[in-house]
């Protein structure tokens, strides 16, 4: 089993930056994809960023490129999301997950993920 849990998450104002940390445990290697997604009310999932095992392949939605970074520690088990320039709509619940071993894409949909964390909350008031 794989365990990932999402902290960083809370209320800025628009054009502040904040950084989320997603910590995996359990049976998860550092070749494993990792992902960022998020979710607003109403609206489905959707992609926001992944990163490669080894960090040197990046996809970001078209949304967040230049706005977000993504990076990995893997002697930590932890994927960061650094967001600047934030704006209100990316107010949403953002999903770290994590692709099964053995998956190299750099998935864009849910459905390429196989483990998933219980969200934070990124509130962003105007």
């Known amino acids: 089993q794989v365990q990932l849990v999402e902290s960083g998450g809370r209320l800025v104002q628009a054009g502040g930056s904040l950084r989320l940390s997603c910590a995996a445990s359990?049976?998860?290697?550092?070749?494993?994809?990792m992902g960022w997604f998020r979710q607003a009310p109403g609206k489905e999932r959707e992609f926001v960023v992944a990163?490669?095992?080894?960090?040197?392949?990046?996809s970001y939605s078209d949304s967040v490129n230049g706005r977000f970074t993504i990076s990995r520690d893997n002697a930590k088990n932890t994927v960061y999301l650094q967001m600047n320039s934030l704006k209100p709509e990316d107010t949403a619940v953002y999903y770290c997950?994590?692709?099964?071993?053995?998956?190299?894409?750099?998935?864009?949909?849910?459905?390429?993920?196989?483990?998933w964390g219980q969200g934070t909350q990124v509130t962003v008031s105007s």
């Open positions: 359990g049976r998860i290697y550092s070749s494993s994809v």
């Open positions: 997950a994590a692709r099964s071993i053995g998956s190299r894409g750099l998935a864009t949909t849910t459905r390429g993920y196989s483990y």
């Open positions: 990163i490669s095992g080894s960090g040197d392949g990046i």
